[in-house]
């Protein structure tokens, strides 16, 4: 198991800026597929980005050119970098990891972080 812990969270109006951190715990953390995903009041968790551990990404179609999702090996650590930011992006945002593709009852979290868009 990998321990996740999540920084970055905040308001932003619509329009701005945030990019979230995501620590990690083990020194195989290369290994890992890393992802971010995103739960909002009454919503279902739903995969935001993921990068696999040769560096493929992958984005939900409504963050396409706008998030971009990086990883450092070297820090154990993966990044989220979420431009021109919506009031629909507003949810809690947990990072996760496994060995191998990322399965949403399968992963380790982090305990999520919390990002609001609003004027």
């Known amino acids: 198991q990998i321990q996740l812990v999540e920084s970055g969270g905040g308001l932003v109006q619509p329009g701005g800026s945030l990019r979230l951190s995501c620590a990690a715990s083990?020194?195989?953390?290369?290994?890992?597929?890393l992802g971010w995903y995103r739960q909002a009041p009454g919503n279902e968790r739903e995969l935001v980005a993921s990068?696999?551990?040769?560096?493929?990404?992958n984005y939900l179609d409504s963050v396409k050119g706008r998030f971009t999702i990086s990883r450092d090996n070297a820090k154990n650590m993966v990044f989220l970098q979420m431009d021109s930011l919506k009031s629909e992006d507003t949810a809690v945002y947990f990072c996760?990891?496994?060995?191998?593709?990322?399965?949403?009852?399968?992963?380790?979290w982090g305990q999520g972080t919390q990002v609001t868009c609003s004027s």
């Open positions: 083990r020194s195989i953390f290369r290994l890992y597929t």
């Open positions: 996760a990891a496994r060995l191998g593709p990322l399965e949403l009852h399968e992963n380790d």
């Open positions: 990068i696999s551990s040769h560096g493929d990404t």
